[in-house]
């Protein structure tokens, strides 16, 4: 168990939904980070907050968006979903930003558009 | 892209023997990284090695590292069937923002 919670573990939606992704980090970091794991693109890094702001981007859609709130728990917003958006969404979390921070995964959200 | 490349994709060995898998990159680096996933799961945190480290162990395992052809490999010694899992290398150039490879799938056969 890394500690890093995330909600739902699965989620079906039809095309056009939104839906939102929660992750509450491990206790005491204040990096979160999130990635889409799909089978044509791979694991790819989408965007990262530290302490309520964000911090960097990756390869996220505009129709996605994220955010950190004060108790340090995140969402991801995914909203006009196309069979595409069909990925396992990871959080993950670090206690702070600098490099080499061991970044801690939980087990991801499934998401299914169908 | 800044995502490497691993190889081989598929990896199949008998219990006790070692697996070696290769990762590339294409951009400067901080650090390199190597994570385990169980099917499906969430991925878990092996090793890091940093640029100016060319080889590290910890247990079992023992990466190398050749910033000049910008490659890694892993070393899994006396495999287990519970070491079947993909395993991906991750690069970091700096903002400790991972850029995952294609991962190697092993499979342990008992």
């Known amino acids: 168990d890394s500690g890093v919670t995330q909600t739902p573990k699965h989620l079906i939606t039809a095309t056009g939904q939104r839906v939102t992704l929660r992750c509450s980090p491990r206790?005491?970091?204040?990096?979160v980070y999130w990635y889409q794991q799909s089978l044509d693109q791979g694991l790819q890094f989408l965007i990262q907050?530290?302490?309520?702001?964000?911090?960097a981007k990756g390869n996220i859609l505009e129709r996605f968006s994220a955010q950190q709130f004060p108790d340090l728990h995140s969402e991801l917003n995914l909203s006009s979903l196309e069979l595409g958006d069909s990925a396992l969404y990871f959080c993950?979390?670090?206690?702070?930003?600098?490099?080499?921070?061991?970044?801690?995964f939980g087990e991801g959200s499934w998401l299914t558009v169908v | 892209s800044q995502q490497g490349e691993e190889d081989p994709q598929a990896l199949s060995i008998q219990e006790g023997e070692n697996a070696t898998m290769n990762c590339s990159y294409k951009?400067?680096?901080?650090?390199l990284q190597w994570y385990r996933q169980n099917s499906g799961r969430g991925l878990v945190h092996l090793i890091l090695?940093?640029?100016?480290?060319r080889e590290k162990h910890s247990g079992r395992l023992r990466v190398t590292l050749d910033t000049s052809k910008k490659s890694s490999s892993l070393l899994i010694t006396a495999s287990r069937a519970a070491d079947t899992a993909s395993y991906f290398c991750?690069?970091?150039?700096?903002?400790?923002?991972?850029?995952f490879g294609t991962g190697t799938r092993l499979t342990v056969i008992p």
């Open positions: 951009t400067s680096i901080n650090n």
């Open positions: 907050y530290y302490n309520g702001e964000e911090r």
């Open positions: 206790s005491g970091d204040l990096s």
């Open positions: 090695i940093r640029s100016n480290e």
């Open positions: 993950a979390s670090s206690v702070g930003p600098s490099s080499g921070n061991t970044i801690y």
């Open positions: 991750a690069t970091d150039a700096g903002a400790n923002n991972l850029f």
